[in-house]
């Protein structure tokens, strides 16, 4: 089973610049103007869409296996945050940052928490629609919505008023927010480990 993982590892490894190189190509195919007859590059195109697919479907094997086997987890991790525990000094400071990182991370997801849930907007009402004389109207609102809300809109709100400020959660994707979070946790630990190292060397 190990030697299995670690094939697949590698694999899941050699296929990232792959990828890259076949989105570039893809992006370049499909926004040429020029409607290609079934051709070489066509073929390529499609096999490059069976070859994401088969990496997609790697992608979620790992990732279970990150979360079930514990052995797998220490080396992937070990290697994609360069921990290198090589002796009990090491280990105990290795301790330590990632007490340090986790920390970090938990204020920043309740400080991302937070700034989800504010929902605040300056509009500017037409002539027709005044409140009391008044053309600026000032929102407020918390929205704590745990499942994704397709839904019409609030038919009270104002049709025709024209947003000057408007901030209604976070302007990047969900996608966006987890990679940032992932990059956060590799460099805060790296970060946290190498001062650590400084400052017992400094001892």
């Excluded at 940052?97 to 938990?106: P, Q, R």
């Excluded at 937070?114 to 000032?138: A, M, N, Q, W, Y």
């Excluded at 025709?160 to 302007?171: C, K, M, N, R, T």
Aim: aromatic content about 10%; charged content about 20%; some cysteine.
């Amino acid at each position: 089973m190990k030697r299995c993982d670690t094939t697949m590892l590698q694999i899941f490894s050699y296929g990232i610049p792959v990828l890259v190189l076949y989105g570039v190509y893809a992006y370049l195919y499909r926004g040429s103007p020029v409607d290609r007859p079934e051709t070489v590059w066509r073929l390529i195109y499609n096999f490059g869409g069976l070859i994401l697919a088969a990496w997609m479907l790697l992608s979620l094997y790992l990732s279970l296996r990150l979360m079930a086997s514990g052995g797998f987890r220490d080396e992937v991790l070990s290697r994609m945050t360069f921990i290198k525990e090589r002796d009990e000094r090491e280990i105990m400071l290795t301790g330590v940052a990632v007490k340090k990182t986790f920390l970090t991370s938990l204020a920043i997801l309740i400080f991302l928490f937070f700034l989800s849930c504010f929902h605040v907007s300056l509009s500017k009402l037409p002539p027709g629609e005044t409140i009391d004389g008044k053309t600026r109207v000032l929102t407020l609102d918390i929205s704590l919505n745990l499942i994704r809300d397709s839904g019409p809109q609030d038919p009270g709100a104002t049709k025709h008023a024209v947003d000057i400020v408007s901030y209604e959660g976070l302007p990047i994707t969900s996608t966006a927010v987890i990679l940032l979070l992932i990059l956060w946790q590799i460099l805060s630990y790296n970060c946290a480990m190498r001062r650590l190292m400084r400052e017992g060397n400094a001892t």
